[in-house]
């Protein structure tokens, strides 16, 4: 286990699930950093790793989901215990006092420390004071602005199914940022993208903001018409192309773990500007690879999957990661560097993820042996995870000692049934 200050700001350690597709009653530990869930087709793994995305959503979307209840534990590096309960809600609660279907799909409750501190149904809790760490919080009415409060941000997971998002503006296909210029200069609008882009034009919207917001403000009435239209002609092509920031981290870990050895915009951004927006269009990604700057389409399908995963992966710096078969397109060499990533970011990150590849074994240490889960059906309970016992580790120890890689053992052996 990591040492404490490498811990992620909130992970998840045990949990008990009830009525999710082909989950019916599971209870589950889980590791602060990597957690690697293999079994047979049809065990439930994607299913797991859905419910979790679903069930930590219901916090902040009202429909579109259907499970029967939650119990979610989870710690911080302090050893704090944050319980959340989330759990469908009774006739009466469903219907209220007017007899009025309740917007609330799903009842939710926080405990801290064993303290009550949220309850969705209860608004006489809202105010009320609670002890953390010595410090008096006052509670909220929603759990992210308790945990704010308290220096957590939510563990609101990424998840990374087997398939590529097809919703990849700026990068598979040109993008168009417009900035308002009435009212609210950090409003852009963007198409829908990952993660990782979106946070770049955010970081530029915001240094936009900061550059231009007060001037264009300050402006005295007589001069504001062609002050004005001065402020707004500067924001040119080199502005985006400075402003654009990719992050180094990224295009390190790009380097260190994938073919692409380079990252920018296209040069070719074309700008218009009227009296109430600047828009950009043409705001792609180029890619270098064997010396040479091009396009998402050149890539080839693995290329494009390492691409997403390592920048998505690395851009998350809080919350939890959910990785649905990381291996899938995906060359072995490229996967062993892969899994070395995944790895090195677990250290900070509590990763989960799903594979059918014995291979993705063979990055853990003898003393590692417990991030594994293997996902079995039960015909009562459904999907079961469960970790080795001390007699299937300490035979695993013995074949990596003494003959080879523990992949080898587990494709030779019956731990799966």
């Known amino acids: 286990m990591p040492e404490n200050e490498n811990l992620p700001s909130l992970f998840l350690d045990e949990l008990h699930v009830k ?89 939710h409750s926080l405990f801290i420390n064993d303290s009550i501190v949220f309850d969705s149904y209860d608004e006489e809790i809202i105010g ?25 941000s939510f563990i609101s997971p990424l998840y990374i199914r087997f398939n590529l998002t097809e919703q990849l503006d700026g990068i598979a296909t040109p993008g168009i940022i417009q900035i308002p210029l009435i009212y609210d ?40 018409t062609f002050e004005r239209e001065k402020i707004i002609q500067s924001v040119d092509v080199s502005w985006f192309l400075e402003n654009l920031i990719i992050p180094e981290e990224s295009i390190g870990n790009l380097i260190r773990f994938s073919p692409i050895q380079g990252l920018r915009f296209n040069e070719g951004i074309n700008i218009y ?26 890539l080839s399908d693995g290329t494009k999957r390492l691409f997403y995963l390592i920048t998505e992966i690395t851009n998350n710096k809080t919350g939890l990661i959910l990785i649905e078969e990381p291996e899938l397109g995906i060359h072995p060499h490229q996967f062993d560097l892969l899994m070395q990533f995944i790895k090195e970011q677990s250290l900070q990150k509590q990763i989960i993820l799903s594979t059918h590849s014995p291979k993705a074994l063979d990055h853990l240490e003898e003393d590692e042996l417990d991030k594994i889960l293997i996902a079995v059906y039960d015909r009562e309970k459904g999907t079961q995870l469960h970790h080795l016992n001390p007699e299937q580790i300490h035979k695993a120890k013995t074949y990596m000692n003494e003959v080879g890689y523990l992949s080898d053992y587990w494709s030779l052996s019956d731990l799966e049934e």
């Open 185 to 224: 200069f950090i409003d852009w609008e963007f198409g829908k993208t990952t993660r990782f882009l979106t946070d770049i034009i955010d970081n530029a919207s915001y240094s936009f903001q900061n550059t231009y917001e007060d001037k264009l403000m300050a402006l005295p009435e007589d001069r504001d």
């Open 128 to 152: 009320k004071e609670f002890d953390f760490n010595g410090k008096k919080i006052k509670s909220s009415r929603s759990i992210n602005t308790i945990l704010l409060k308290l220096g957590h």
């Open 273 to 298: 500007r009227d009296e109430k927006s600047i828009t950009a269009e043409n705001i792609k990604l180029e890619f270098l690879i064997n010396e040479r700057w091009i396009p998402w389409s050149h």
């Open 19 to 107: 009525g999710f597709k082909s989950i019916e009653d599971l209870e589950a530990r889980l590791n602060p950093g990597l957690n690697i869930l293999i079994g047979k087709n049809g065990a439930g793994k994607s299913n797991f790793l859905e419910f979790l995305d679903s069930a930590i959503a219901t916090i902040y979307k009202k429909k579109g989901f259907s499970f029967q209840s939650a119990f979610l534990k989870l710690n911080d590096r302090n050893n704090n215990r944050f319980d959340l309960n989330i759990r469908k809600p009774t006739k009466k609660n469903l219907l209220g006092e007017s007899n009025r279907v309740n917007d609330e799909l799903y009842h």
